[in-house]
């Protein structure tokens, strides 16, 4: 639902925007920008359930011309999403049955970006837009799962025990491959700029790397966020 809502966003402004060839620089003779941005992050699996998280990231961008420049950023992001409720059943032993639910996932990881942004034709005064398309690899620092679970015992008694928090790095990928789209609107910030800014981050590759063994963790994973946040240019040169 996220994708479907994102991508009709960004078809509405190319359609708009990018026919008007002739772009107006909003960067002078300047050919290098350098600044932070941050975002907080709408995080989801290929299934619902949201989680939020957060990032912050330093970029630097060359100036190609008046309508493209290519901006590669480093930093730090959370994804992550809900699990699915799964149960997993034991022979021997005195537990006979763990059920596993309301479970969630954070994937804090370091993070690099390469984006294209296009700078199409405005007509709204000093404020421009900027769509960006690219490229995004997380490396994996840690994953943390918080669910509740329903522990079931041979002799017919029960357990329930709530926000059990556990480090499940060891079931994930290290590396989180995703495409990203976005827009953003720079408004004139003191002798700076400011971009409101809308980013949609779709993964590529199965997270999970036990596949079907273990019930709580099985089933193909994928990441998608929706993320809003600013950009600030720091210094331009």
């Given at each position: 639902m996220l994708r479907k809502i994102y991508v009709i966003i960004i078809i509405m402004c190319l359609v708009k925007h990018v026919t008007h060839s002739q772009t107006k620089s909003t960067v002078g003779n300047a050919q290098w920008n350098v600044g932070l941005n941050g975002t907080v992050n709408l995080n989801q699996f290929n299934f619902s359930g949201l989680v939020t998280g957060g990032e912050i990231n330093g970029f630097i961008a060359r100036v190609l011309n008046d309508n493209f420049s290519l901006q590669a950023e480093l930093g730090v992001k959370q994804l992550g999403g809900n699990r699915r409720d799964a149960a997993q059943e034991f022979e021997g032993g005195n537990v006979d049955q763990i059920l596993y639910f309301n479970r969630r996932a954070v994937i804090n990881s370091f993070n690099s970006n390469l984006i294209l942004n296009i700078h199409p034709r405005t007509e709204l005064g000093s404020v421009s837009m900027t769509l960006f398309f690219g490229v995004s690899h997380a490396l994996k620092v840690e994953v943390s799962e918080v669910q509740d679970q329903f522990y079931f015992f041979n002799d017919?008694?029960?357990?329930?025990?709530?926000?059990?928090?556990?480090?499940?790095?060891?079931?994930?990928?290290?590396?989180?491959?995703?495409?990203?789209?976005?827009?953003?609107?720079?408004?004139?910030?003191?002798?700076?700029?400011?971009?409101?800014?809308?980013?949609?981050?779709?993964?590529?590759?199965?997270?999970?790397?036990?596949?079907?063994?273990?019930?709580?963790?099985?089933?193909?994973?994928?990441?998608?966020?929706?993320?809003?946040?600013?950009?600030?240019?720091?210094?331009?040169?």
């Open positions: 017919g008694s029960s357990i329930y025990v709530s926000e059990v928090r556990q480090n499940t790095s060891r079931f994930y990928e290290n590396s989180i491959f995703s495409g990203l789209m976005g827009l953003s609107v720079a408004v004139p910030f003191g002798k700076k700029t400011m971009d409101f800014q809308m980013r949609y981050e779709q993964g590529i590759n199965q997270l999970n790397r036990v596949k079907f063994s273990i019930p709580q963790y099985a089933g193909k994973l994928r990441t998608n966020s929706l993320k809003i946040g600013l950009s600030y240019q720091l210094f331009n040169f």
